[in-house]
C-alpha cells in the first residue's frame, strides 16, 4: 500500500498570493495565553481559536474547548473563511530565514501518510517525548475530525534526487505565503499532476520516514485512526483507505545541508543542597575540565564529547569526556546500544545528571528538576538552577543510527529550527 498520497487542503480563503501572516501561528505547545490573546486580537480568524478553543478542557462540562473547537470549525466552512482545494495535491512548503548571517531555506513535500505503528518500522520516531496529557489533542481531534497542524517527518534522499520535483514546483507563483514573529518567511506551492505526485510518493516513500517533530501528534492519529476502525467495523462498514488511516506531514529531507538541527541545553537543580566544589570534583572522574571564557563558544565537530558547564556562582569550565573512556563502555545500561550511548545527550544523562544529580528520564518527580533551553546565552544564566550545561547538536547521522536501531534518544535531543506554522495547511479525516 502506497504511504504517501495528495490530499484536498482545507485552506483560508484567500486570493492567489495573499498573505496570511495574521491567520497563521506558532505550534500549540509553544503559544502562551498572552501570545494567544495578541494572535486573536490581531485576527479573531486566526488558527489558533482552532488549535487552542476557549472552554474547559473537561470534555463532560457544556462550553467546553472541543465543543468550541468543532463549533467553529463548522462555522469558519459554513460562512466560507475555510474552504476545501479544487483537486487533491501534494504541497510544497519552503521556509527562508537568516541563520548565522547567511540565508537558509528548508523545503518539504506536504502529504497524507500512512499510519503505521512504530513497531512496523516504517513511521520511526527518533526520541523520547516528555510525558504530558494526550487527551486533550486526542480529544480535539475526535471534535473536529481535522488534522490542524503537520507532524514534521524526515525522509533520506543523499542523491537530491528530489530537488528537481521541489524546483520544478517552485517555478510558479506561490499559493500564498506568511511571515512568522521570527522574521521566518512561508511560501506553499501545489503539486496537482498525477505523474509529479507519484514521482514523489515514490521518492519520498521507499525508506523508513523519522519523526523529527510533532510525536505526540502522531501518537493521537493512531490512537484516533483506532477508534475509528472499530466504529467502522461496529457498523459493518469497511471504507477503503478512509482519510483517519492518513496523518497531514510535511516531509523534508533529511540529507539536505541546508537543515538546521539545534540544541537544546539543559539546567539542572540538586535534589538538597548543592556543593559546587563536590559537584566539578566529581565531574573530573569522566571529563577533563578546562577554564572556559566568560562568553564561551562550543568548538564545531569536537572529537570529543564536550560541554560548557557553569555553576550558579559563575565559574565556568569546558567538560570534554577523557579520550580513554568510550560511552558504549562507561555507561551501563544493558537495553540500549554504543550509538545511544555515545550520543552527547546520554552522555550527559548517564554520566552527569543521573550519579550527581539523580536525574533520571525514568523518574517523573526527579525530571521537574530538570529545564530545557534553546538559547545557550539564556542558559549560562543559570537561572533557578544549580548548573547549567550547553551542548553541540545532534547530528543527523546518529538521529539516523538510534531510529533504524529501534531505540529513541532521550528527550529534547534535538530542535528542528523553525518550528512549522499552524494554519497554512489543514486536513479533514472524514
Known amino acids: ?152 517527518g524526515l525522509f533520506s534522499d543523499p542523491a537530491g534526487d528530489t530537488d528537481a520535483l521541489f524546483d520544478a514546483a517552485m517555478s510558479t507563483a506561490p499559493l500564498f505565503h506568511a511571515t512568522d514573529a521570527d522574521g521566518v518567511a512561508s511560501r506553499v506551492w501545489a503539486i496537482r499532476d498525477d505523474a509529479t505526485m507519484t514521482a514523489v510518493a515514490t521518492a519520498v516513500g521507499e525508506n523508513p520516514v523519522f519523526i523529527a517533530d510533532g510525536h505526540h501528534r502522531y501518537t493521537i492519529s493512531l490512537a484516533y485512526r483506532d477508534e475509528r476502525r472499530a466504529a467502522a467495523e461496529a457498523a459493518d462498514e469497511t471504507p477503503v483507505d478512509p482519510a483517519y488511516d492518513f496523518v497531514m506531514m510535511a516531509l ?47 568548538p564545531d565537530n569536537p572529537e570529543r564529547t564536550t560541554f560548557i558547564v557553569r555553576t550558579a556562582d559563575g565559574t565556568t569550565r569546558f567538560a570534554s569526556l577523557k579520550a580513554d573512556i568510550d560511552p558504549a563502555v562507561a555507561i551501563a545500561i544493558a537495553d540500549h546500544g554504543a550509538d545511544w550511548k555515545r550520543l552527547d545527550v546520554a552522555v550527559l544523562q548517564e554520566l552527569v545528571l543521573r550519579p550527581f544529580f539523580g536525574i533520571s528520564a525514568d523518574d517523573l518527580v526527579s525530571l521537574e528538576r530538570l529545564s530545557f533551553v534553546k538559547d545557550a546565552r539564556q542558559a549560562l544564566r543559570v537561572e533557578n538552577a544549580d548548573v547549567a550545561f550547553v551542548l ?17 534518544m532521550p528527550q529534547k535531543s534535538t530542535y528542528f529550527y523553525p518550528k512549522l506554522l499552524s494554519g497554512l495547511l489543514l486536513r479533514s479525516l472524514d
Not at 52 to 57: A, E, F, H, I, R
Open 252 to 298: 523534508v529531507n533529511m540529507d539536505d545541508p541546508d537543515l538546521v538541527v539545534l540544541p537544546t541545553h539543559r539546567l539542572a537543580r540538586a535534589g538538597g543542597d548543592f556543593d559546587a566544589s563536590a559537584f566539578w570534583t566529581a565531574l573530573a572522574t569522566h571529563f577533563d575540565l578546562t577554564t572556559a571564557p566568560a562568553d564561551p563558544i562550543l
Open 1 to 152: 500500500m502506497p504511504l504517501v498520497r495528495p490530499f484536498r487542503a482545507h485552506l483560508y480563503a484567500c486570493e492567489p498570493g495573499a498573505d496570511l501572516s495574521r491567520v497563521v501561528a506558532p505550534p500549540y505547545d509553544v503559544i502562551g495565553p498572552d501570545q494567544r490573546r495578541t494572535l486573536l486580537e490581531g485576527d479573531p480568524a486566526n488558527v489558533v481559536a482552532l488549535e487552542l478553543p476557549d472552554g474547559p478542557l473537561d470534555p463532560a462540562v457544556p462550553g467546553n474547548r472541543y465543543e468550541n473547537g468543532r463549533a467553529t470549525w463548522q462555522d469558519w466552512h459554513a460562512r466560507g473563511v475555510l474552504v476545501e482545494d479544487a483537486s487533491p495535491a501534494i504541497y510544497v512548503l519552503e521556509q527562508s530565514w537568516i541563520h548565522e548571517g547567511a540565508a537558509v531555506r528548508r523545503r518539504a513535500f506536504v502529504a497524507a501518510v500512512r499510519l503505521h505503528p512504530f513497531s512496523d518500522g516504517v513511521i520511526l520516531p527518533h526520541e523520547r517525548t516528555l510525558p504530558k496529557a494526550l487527551a486533550d489533542r486526542l480529544e480535539l481531534t475526535r471534535a473536529t475530525a481535522a488534522n490542524l497542524s503537520q507532524v514534521f
Open 392 to 408: 553541540a547538536p545532534t547530528r543527523m547521522e546518529q538521529l539516523r543510527a538510534v531510529a533504524l536501531a529501534g531505540e529513541t
